[in-house]
């Protein structure tokens, strides 16, 4: 009971680099009906999550987040020039980065780990399929790993 009481105090900060309308509303979903008390940011390209992480205008007051969920395609930055920035930044570096992407590239897997992506997941195509992905990543990343606070 104190644990329900402490998430709901203080829900995990996480962002949401992704440009797809349909897998936002999807994520948004079923992390909203998921037992972990969470805030989830939405960014849809890569300068904005530049943007957020680094507090520049117009998000001066964003939260620092605790987990970021990147797309690797996205418009304006790549995912992996995001990723490239937070994981060479003293400030950012710690925060876990789950590349969560279409791609099954075998150079954009491997480029995302040489990065220091904390894990590769592609999107499934189907909605059974998604739905058990973000479950899964709520299941582990936000119910047994130790993420790093605010």
């Known amino acids: 009971m104190v644990n329900s009481v402490?998430?709901?105090l203080n829900p995990i900060e996480i962002l949401l680099v992704e440009d797809n309308p349909g897998d936002i509303r999807l994520t948004q979903e079923v992390l909203?009906?998921?037992q972990i008390s969470n805030h989830l940011n939405v960014v849809d390209d890569g300068e904005k999550a530049i943007a957020?992480?680094?507090h520049s205008a117009p998000y001066s007051q964003a939260p620092n987040p605790q987990l970021v969920l990147?797309?690797?395609n996205l418009p304006?930055?790549?995912g992996l020039d995001v990723l490239k920035t937070i994981k060479t930044n003293e400030t950012l570096k710690h925060i876990p980065v789950i590349v969560?992407?279409?791609s099954r590239a075998e150079e954009d897997i491997m480029s995302a780990y040489s990065l220091h992506a904390n894990c590769y997941i592609t999107k499934p195509i189907d909605l059974e399929h998604f739905t058990r992905s973000i479950k899964s990543i709520e299941d582990f990343w936000l119910s047994m790993?130790?993420?790093p606070s605010e």
Request: proline share 0%; glycine share 4%.
């Open 32 to 34: 909203k009906e998921g």
């Open 100 to 102: 969560f992407t279409s």
């Open 70 to 72: 990147l797309d690797l």
């Open 76 to 78: 304006r930055r790549s």
């Open 52 to 54: 957020f992480l680094t």
């Open 6 to 8: 402490l998430e709901s």
């Open 145 to 147: 790993v130790e993420l």
